[in-house]
């Protein structure tokens, strides 16, 4: 069979999305190749001085990082699926907007609440997207009954996993995350549309 007239071609469709990836997967290499090093020095966040200026870079670079490779594949997945849709609906510069809300406001609260954890990984920025990805089509006066019930299964699930479960999974990041993808949804014009007139 021939191929159609113009033949197919690789587009870079989500810039933001990709580059986020890839920065996690250069952070993912080193820190196998650093046997850790790297990414306890560049890519977790945890409570160290405020002398030091990598610890307000590691508010924001925490995301990037990822404790192993199932960590780093479960996070990724989610984000090439979710993320490209978001960067096409709000364009690259509300989305990498959002992403960056989430690393501070998830770096932030580890970093008062929790002295002895460091947190790594962008799980936070996955629940952003999930939430923000349920009311991408938000009209004046309504809440879309998808928003509702993601909030109720993911954010619900994690609030019981927190006073249930004790894992090494941040349930709060995940909780965090998912009120800033909200808060976005809600607050963004992009989002908003306005129901037609009788």
């Not at 990414?39 to 160290?48: N, Q």
């Not at 924001?60 to 090439?80: C, K, P, Q």
């Not at 609906?89 to 002295?115: H, P």
């Not at 800033?180 to 908003?192: C, I, K, M, S, W």
Request: aromatic share 10%; charged share 5%; net charge neutral.
């Amino acid at each position: 069979m021939s191929a159609p007239s113009g033949g197919l071609r690789v587009t870079l469709n989500s810039p933001v999305v990709l580059g986020f990836v890839g920065l996690c997967t250069v952070a993912l290499v080193l820190g196998y190749v650093t046997g850790g090093a790297s990414t306890y020095a560049l890519f977790a966040t945890y409570h160290s001085s405020l002398l030091d200026p990598l610890t307000y870079v590691r508010l924001f670079t925490h995301v990037l990082g990822h404790s192993s490779l199932e960590h780093y594949v479960g996070n990724m997945a989610y984000i090439l699926l979710v993320g490209p849709l978001l960067e096409e609906k709000y364009g690259s510069r509300v989305l990498l907007q959002v992403m960056l809300a989430t690393a501070f406001a998830c770096g932030i609260v580890n970093y008062v609440l929790f002295w002895n954890q460091a947190l790594l990984g962008a799980s936070g920025i996955v629940f952003a997207f999930i939430l923000l990805s349920s009311i991408t089509q938000l009209k004046e006066g309504e809440i879309p009954l998808t928003f509702i019930l993601v909030a109720v299964i993911y954010l619900g699930q994690q609030v019981l996993q927190g006073v249930f479960v004790s894992d090494n999974v941040s349930n709060l990041s995940h909780i965090i995350g998912g009120v800033v993808g909200a808060g976005a949804g809600f607050a963004l014009p992009h989002g908003r549309q306005t129901s037609p007139q009788p």
